[in-house]
């Protein structure tokens, strides 16, 4: 959504862009204009998947607050564990401008400050699946059919 805010022009995309190509994080209220606009659209009625979305406990916050709002809930969340090294080589292969080795440490750093605190916060609330990032795509994809099933009739 950040991506193509940015890619689209909008105001607030603009803004973001400004914060993910230095590897920060966009301020919560930010994103979370952004998030609240796009699941007023007609596409997210009947469900969505955020990826990368929240990314601090505000965020998990303020999206439990947006959920309310629609009278709807929060179905799983799943974290992707990978170890580090693979990550970085998986972010330099995706040959974006804003995946360099710098910015690529800076959210790790990020990440461990800001966003692991994510996992307790959803596992409190029973709602954290872990499921196993290496592997082929194909064996990653069936790992996250097999979590998504265990709480959906749809995948």
């Given at each position: ?15 973001a862009?400004?914060y993910?190509d230095?590897?920060?994080l ?10 609240d ?35 709807t ?8 564990n ?19 080795r ?8 990020v990440?461990?400050?800001?966003t692991?605190?994510?996992?307790e ?18 064996e ?5 059919r ?10």
């Amino acid at each position: 959504m950040l991506r193509a805010g940015r890619d689209n022009g909008t105001e607030l995309g603009i803004l973001a862009a400004q914060y993910i190509d230095r590897g920060q994080l966009a301020p919560d209220e930010l994103v979370v204009g952004i998030v609240d606009q796009r699941l007023q659209e007609p596409d997210c009625k009947n469900g969505y998947l955020l990826d990368g979305f929240p990314r601090t406990v505000p965020q998990a916050d303020a999206l439990d607050e947006l959920l309310q709002k629609r009278n709807t809930k929060l179905d799983l969340v799943l974290e992707l564990n990978v170890t580090e090294n693979e990550l970085i080589e998986r972010l330099l292969q995706r040959k974006r401008p804003d995946d360099t080795r710098e910015t690529i440490a800076e959210r790790l750093q990020v990440y461990k400050k800001q966003t692991k605190p994510l996992l307790e916060y959803y596992t409190d609330r029973g709602l954290l699946a872990t499921i196993v990032g290496e592997g082929t795509p194909e064996e990653v994809y069936e790992r996250l059919r097999e979590a998504t099933g265990q709480h959906s009739d749809t995948v």
